[in-house]
């Protein structure tokens, strides 16, 4: 693990969490196809309105054969997963409330997204992607931008432009390795 965040020794901190085992156990058990990207969304918008309009950006994302990860609290997740099957979206998009699965979901990750709709969590989860060198495309709330490593690997989006997520995340879904990892 190529720790980005001096201090912050990812390799001792969570080593039990990204075990290889964990992570055959998560393609596995969520039947992640080797070549398909993963998109994680470590804090999913609890949010209708909001929610909804992210639904379009992952409609898009399943329309180019990309599986999306949504994080969400354990009382919310029924409401995601009604929305998210109202969307269609079912086949391409996995919703889990369990945060220690939230580490090596964040390894198996092509790009993370940061929506920064859960105060402290955002937080988390923004310096934990970061930590393991993963592409971010976040929104400027809650004080995300101001933690953001800015690098050819992120992406920062004004907090009130989600209509500009999808072309945000097709960028950072096109990086190489060679640019992601710079």
Not at 3 to 23: A, E
Not at 79 to 102: C, Y
Not at 146 to 168: G, S
């Amino acid at each position: 693990v190529r720790t980005i965040i001096p201090g912050i020794n990812l390799g001792v901190v969570h080593y039990d969490r990204i075990s290889p085992q964990k992570i055959m156990t998560l393609e596995k058990n969520w039947q992640l196809p080797d070549d398909r990207p993963i998109v994680v969304v470590p804090d999913c918008p609890l949010d209708p309105v909001i929610f909804d309009t992210m639904a379009a950006t992952f409609k898009e994302l399943k329309d180019r054969n990309i599986t999306t990860i949504l994080f969400t609290p354990e009382a919310e997740r029924n409401f995601i997963l009604k929305r998210v099957a109202g969307f269609g979206l079912s086949s391409h998009v996995i919703v889990t409330s369990d945060v220690q699965d939230r580490i090596p979901t964040l390894w198996l990750a092509h790009t993370v997204l940061v929506t920064g709709f859960q105060g402290q969590e955002s937080l988390r989860a923004l310096i934990e992607a970061q930590a393991m060198g993963r592409p971010i495309v976040a929104f400027d709330r809650n004080g995300l931008g101001e933690i953001l490593l800015r690098d050819n690997a992120t992406v920062l989006l004004p907090a009130d432009q989600v209509n500009r997520l999808t072309a945000a995340l097709a960028r950072s879904l096109k990086l190489t390795t060679e640019q992601r990892q710079s």
